[in-house]
């Protein structure tokens, strides 16, 4: 305690004494009261603490100046304007007393709430303030009690969850918003409810014995239902706190609405029992281990092989060390985040098994939180390569013969081939020799005739000569008619020397594929010539528009060819049931070097099945009818090999046919059999 200095001068002892004994009732007053006590010698500028005042700061009494300096600067600078304008509007006269709340800073530097009050006891004559007393009271309690609830309220208020605050009797007094949301009623509507009227899981009557538990275990989560307003009923989940306040108490209870969770657990089980289904159903073994190296999971198979080892470590698995040692390299190398993948050989049991294992980690994002190892049995692959390593030994030689079996059979097939690709040849070309031979029967046929009648006038005319008896008249008719005789021989053998000569050049060309400069229109002419005797009788037309002056240095054989197989496989094909096809035969330059040689008929078409094999050997749709498959395989190998050029082929059955040849104005160069 701070003694006051006493003004000088001879005071009165009366005075003094009386003086005296009223600070000793002031300060048993103090001592006694539990709030900090000051006083304001405002003349003297002296202040007094009491002990309270000190120690409900922490500090010993005394243990630093008691001025009103040293309590302005325990002041919160938030608080200290307020509380000197507070004081000093006492001090002027405009509040009979002051009282403000204002926070104080303790020793260790934290802050304490506190009422300060002031009053002034004594003034002079003039009025001015002479002394002022006052009390700080500690009100640092209530203040966090306030901003608790304050906060509380703020956080229920805004909580996601439904807040209710439950009376002893199970009504509500009081639900947030929330509340109100999830079950559909309004917040009157609420207040005037019990528990058991929104839990349909609750009866009444078990309120009383409930609340009593309440109130022995204080805090308990449960599970439970709540009933909407509307009548659904959804899975909750309750948080509640026995709770007391200003002398009553009260359930204050969370609750969330756990459907969704529900529904995540219901899927999480059978997601479970799926995954649980799916590992026993695989046929080889299966683990899982944890970090510590524990085994957590097993499948069927792998038990079959290693029993239970579900909590066990591997060194309770096995006492073969190399074998533990290796197992535990493993795990360690995927718990760093590898994936192991080894053959071995494993003694299990009386058997030795071949695994090829794979150890690989189970990650948490980034986090890896176990690992998986699957051992997979491949004993019997095993066997199966240890058996096909001993035919390899041999395969070499056994390649090496079939190969030779091959290329003999290659060599007789190719053999085969050109023999029939030649028969082919010898068959087109004697069909133009029966044709040619026919068509020559008629010039000859007429020659022949003509000249037997020419004979016979001769020998009447010679009788009439040797009678003596020649008249003018039988001159001038022999004449005429030895004339007309004449004129129809030479007429009937151009005709043949024509076709002869025709025939001649086809026959050449085709037999001997020389090559040599022609004029594509007239190879064109030609070639159907040949051909008239093969048409005669048929109502089939060959419409053909090739400009003259075409030249082009290459094989005209090879492309006659051609074009007599294209005739021939749309007689046999594409007019199969049709009286009257009609055949286009066009030519058209592409660039300096490329004709382009277009071959259509109207026919029945080829159906989209066959148009990829139509240039393979021996694919025909008229086997055992005459057709050998050979005819648009020669015209391929012919255009795209002798010819140079390429042939593409565009049909859709009831559409007839279309080949677009491209070949090169000068063919390539063929190699003789000795340089090939």
């Known amino acids: ?9 001879d005071a009165a002892d009366a005075a003094a004494g009386v003086r005296r004994r009223s600070e000793e009732r002031l300060r048993l007053v103090i001592e006694a009261t539990s709030d900090g006590i000051w006083d304001w010698n405002l003349q003297a500028g002296e202040m007094f603490f009491s002990d309270r005042w000190y120690t409900m700061l922490d500090y010993a009494p005394g243990e630093f100046p008691a001025t009103y300096a040293s309590w302005r600067e325990r002041l919160h600078p938030d608080d200290r304007a307020p509380a000197e304008a507070a004081v000093q509007a006492h001090l002027e006269g405009c509040l009979p007393e002051y009282s403000i709340e204002c926070r104080m800073q303790a020793k260790r530097g934290d802050w304490r709430w506190v009422n300060a009050r002031g009053k002034v006891i004594e003034r002079d004559a003039a009025g001015r303030p002479l002394r002022m007393v006052g009390t700080h009271v500690d009100i640092d309690a209530r203040k966090r009690t306030e901003k608790a609830l304050r906060l509380a309220q703020l956080s229920i208020s805004r909580a996601s969850d439904a807040v209710f605050w439950i009376a002893p009797n199970g009504y509500f007094v009081e639900v947030n918003e929330q509340a109100c949301s999830s079950l559909g009623f309004t917040r009157d509507e609420l207040l005037s409810m019990a528990v058991w009227e929104i839990d349909p899981d609750f009866a009444a009557e078990r309120w009383p014995p409930h609340w009593e538990q309440t109130r022995q275990l204080g805090k308990r989560r449960i599970e439970t239902r709540h009933r909407r307003r509307d009548g659904t009923i959804f899975p909750v989940e309750v948080i509640a706190n026995h709770v007391e306040y200003e002398g009553e108490e009260y359930d204050f209870a969370f609750v969330r609405d756990v459907s969704e969770r529900k529904r995540a657990e219901t899927a999480l089980r059978e997601s479970e029992a799926r995954l649980r289904t799916a590992i026993e159903s695989i046929p080889f073994d299966l683990f899982l281990i944890d970090v510590g190296g524990r085994y957590v999971l097993q499948n069927s198979a792998s038990r079959e092989h290693w029993g239970d080892v579900s909590g066990k470590r591997p060194a309770e698995v096995t006492d073969d060390q190399a074998l533990l040692a290796h197992w535990q390299s493993n795990n360690a ?54 058996e096909l390593q001993r035919y390899r030994e041999h395969l070499e030689d056994v390649v090496r013969e079939r190969t030779t079996a091959l290329a003999r059979s290659n060599a007789d097939l190719r053999q085969a081939m050109e023999h029939l690709v030649q028969t082919e040849k010898l068959a087109a070309l004697g069909h133009l020799v029966a044709g040619v031979a026919h068509e020559l029967n008629t010039p000859l046929g007429n020659a022949r005739l003509v000249a037997g009648t020419l004979g016979e006038l001769l020998r009447e005319f010679a009788v009439t000569v040797e009678s003596g008896s020649v008249r003018r008249s039988q001159v001038t008719t022999f004449l005429a008619r030895g004339r007309e005789a004449v004129e129809l021989l030479e007429r009937n053998a151009e005709r043949a020397a024509d076709l002869i000569t025709q025939f001649k050049q086809v026959a050449v060309d085709q037999s001997s594929a020389r090559r040599r400069s022609f004029d594509l229109r007239q190879t064109v002419d030609e070639v159907l010539t040949t051909l008239r005797p093969v048409l005669k009788g048929l109502r089939h037309q060959i419409e053909v528009d090739v400009p003259g002056g075409l030249e082009l240095d290459s094989y005209p054989g090879p492309l006659e060819q051609v074009l007599v197989n294209l005739v021939g496989n749309s007689l046999a094909h594409g007019f199969a049931g049709i009286e009257a096809g009609r055949i286009e035969l066009k030519a058209q330059t592409l660039d300096a070097q490329r004709v382009r040689l277009t071959y259509s008929d109207n026919g029945v078409g080829i159906p989209a099945a066959n148009l990829t094999r139509i240039f393979d050997p021996f694919f025909t749709t008229r086997l055992g009818q005459g057709g050998s498959g050979l005819g648009l395989y020669i015209v391929y190998n012919v255009v795209t090999g002798v010819l140079g050029g390429s042939i593409k082929v565009d049909s859709a059955p009831g559409h007839g046919t279309l080949f677009t040849l491209t070949l090169p104005r000068t063919a390539p160069e063929r190699l003789s059999p000795a340089t090939r």
Do not use: S
């Open 1 to 9: 305690m701070v003694n006051r200095i006493q003004p000088a001068g």
């Open 333 to 386: 190398r995927a718990l760093a985040g590898e994936i192991v993948g080894e053959d071995v050989c494993l003694g299990v049991g009386d058997a030795q098994r071949h695994i090829h294992n794979v150890i690989a980690p189970i990650r948490d994002g980034d986090a890896i939180c176990g690992i998986v190892g699957v051992n997979i049995d491949i004993t019997e692959r095993k066997r199966v390569e240890a």
